[in-house]
């Protein structure tokens, strides 16, 4: 395996997931590094600054999210279609996707967030996340999405428990935790599906395993920190006008 400025390269497709594994714990240490993360595990921060994160995390995730799974299909559509299940197991896991935006509004409106608010334009950040979804689903080789995915479904049941255990020792609006209590336990199951896929796929297509690679390498210049970081920034500054 060799890195190349961001660009992973691997010569062995069995060094695939234990690469990118290696990558995904990376980019969780660098999110620990982050201003908003340590700002909301601080056990001094203002409870009202988790409300307001999340918050803004639910609406970032309803503005992209429509956009991540449109690129998905186009992905999976574009495969080599030599083996139905694997096909199908790449459906599987999209199609338990399609109402997560649906669920994050929800969540939205119940920390006070209103429609007006939802419905303004994607924010700088998320259209980041949107248009490289779409650029790697759409224009690169189709491998290239579940870089991206394995980032989502790998990432999102660790932030989700931490995001839980703060929420437990917080006066959080209990009734807003339907989009964290489901992806702490669903997408563990999801990251499974997704290794299980790329395992398969590197195995009978050349070329694949350097497209996942290079899909999370492009992924991870845009997710998870800059939404995070732009939903803390909102939040600091509502719990200053407060
Ligand atoms: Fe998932």
């Given at each position: 395996m060799?890195?190349?400025g961001t660009?992973t390269?691997?010569t062995?497709h069995?060094d695939t997931l234990?690469t990118i594994?290696?990558?995904?714990?990376?980019l969780?240490?660098k999110v620990e590094?982050?201003?908003?993360y340590?700002?909301?595990?601080?056990?001094?921060?203002?409870p009202a600054?988790?409300?307001?994160?999340m918050?803004w995390?639910?609406k970032?995730i309803?503005?992209?999210?429509?956009h991540?799974t449109?690129?998905?299909?186009?992905?999976?559509?574009?495969?080599?279609k030599?083996?139905?299940?694997?096909?199908?197991d790449?459906?599987?896991q999209?199609?338990?996707?399609?109402?997560?935006?649906?669920?994050?509004?929800?969540?939205f409106l119940?920390?006070?967030?209103?429609?007006?608010?939802?419905?303004?334009?994607p924010s700088p950040?998320c259209m980041?996340?949107?248009?490289m979804?779409?650029?790697?689903?759409?224009?690169?080789?189709?491998?290239?999405y579940?870089?991206?995915?394995y980032?989502f479904e790998?990432?999102?049941?660790i932030?989700?428990?931490?995001v839980q255990?703060?929420?437990?020792r917080?006066r959080?609006?209990?009734?807003?935790?339907?989009?964290?209590?489901?992806h702490?336990?669903e997408?563990?199951?999801?990251?499974d599906?997704i290794?299980?896929v790329i395992?398969?796929l590197v195995?009978?297509?050349?070329?694949a395993a350097n497209?996942?690679?290079?899909?999370f390498d492009?992924f991870a210049q845009?997710?998870p920190?800059p939404?995070?970081?732009?939903?803390?920034?909102i939040a600091?500054?509502e719990?200053s006008?407060?």
């Amino acid at each position: 395996m060799n890195d190349v400025g961001t660009h992973t390269f691997t010569t062995a497709h069995e060094d695939t997931l234990p690469t990118i594994e290696k990558k995904l714990h990376d980019l969780l240490l660098k999110v620990e590094s982050t201003e908003f993360y340590r700002g909301l595990m601080s056990p001094e921060a203002n409870p009202a600054l988790l409300a307001s994160t999340m918050k803004w995390v639910y609406k970032s995730i309803h503005s992209y999210q429509p956009h991540v799974t449109e690129a998905t299909f186009t992905a999976v559509g574009r495969m080599p279609k030599h083996d139905e299940q694997l096909i199908k197991d790449m459906i599987l896991q999209q199609v338990e996707e399609v109402e997560h935006a649906d669920m994050a509004l929800r969540d939205f409106l119940r920390l006070g967030g209103t429609e007006a608010e939802a419905s303004t334009p994607p924010s700088p950040p998320c259209m980041a996340v949107a248009a490289m979804c779409r650029m790697l689903g759409e224009h690169q080789h189709p491998a290239c999405y579940l870089g991206f995915m394995y980032i989502f479904e790998a990432l999102t049941p660790i932030m989700s428990s931490r995001v839980q255990m703060l929420m437990d020792r917080s006066r959080y609006n209990a009734a807003a935790r339907e989009f964290i209590d489901l992806h702490a336990t669903e997408d563990i199951r999801h990251t499974d599906i997704i290794s299980n896929v790329i395992r398969r796929l590197v195995a009978i297509e050349p070329g694949a395993a350097n497209a996942v690679l290079h899909g999370f390498d492009c992924f991870a210049q845009v997710y998870p920190i800059p939404v995070w970081q732009s939903a803390f920034d909102i939040a600091k500054l509502e719990a200053s006008l407060a």
